[in-house]
Each structure stands twice: as structure tokens, then as C-alpha cells.
């Protein structure tokens, strides 16, 4: 996870999922995103506006 507030009173939340498919992750990650946002008293606030995933080639796809 890495997170960045380059704009004032917003974050970007990056999550790194091995989720099978681009679909799933951005479920997961909302998911994810919603409850800590809902339980965190520090982001008090703040709402999920967007979530999107891309694919990062790596070792877990197989290719040898």
C-alpha cells in the first residue's frame, strides 16, 4: 500500500492485489477502501471517489 496527498484535502491510495482479474481487485479494493474509511477517525471526511486497477506483469503470470 502506498499513500499520497499531492492535492490539499485529498489522497491517493495505492494497493498492490493478486486478485484473478482487474474486476475482482477493484472490488476488493473499494471494499477494502470503504471500511477503513468508515472506521479510521483520522480520515473522518473523506469518501472513495474512484477506484481503478491496471495490470503489473510479474513472476505470479506465469511467464518463465
Do not use: D
Not at 493478486?18 to 469518501?47: I, Q, T
Request: net charge negative; hydrophobic share 55%; aromatic share 8%.
Amino acid at each position: 500500500m502506498s499513500v499520497h496527498s499531492e492535492i490539499p484535502g485529498e489522497v491517493t491510495v495505492g494497493l498492490f492485489s493478486l486478485a484473478p482479474g482487474l474486476v475482482e481487485a477493484e472490488s476488493l479494493a473499494a471494499a477494502l477502501l470503504e471500511r477503513v474509511v468508515a472506521v479510521e477517525p483520522e480520515l473522518v471526511g473523506f469518501a472513495v471517489l474512484s477506484v481503478g486497477a491496471a495490470p503489473v506483469p510479474g513472476p505470479w503470470w506465469g511467464f518463465e
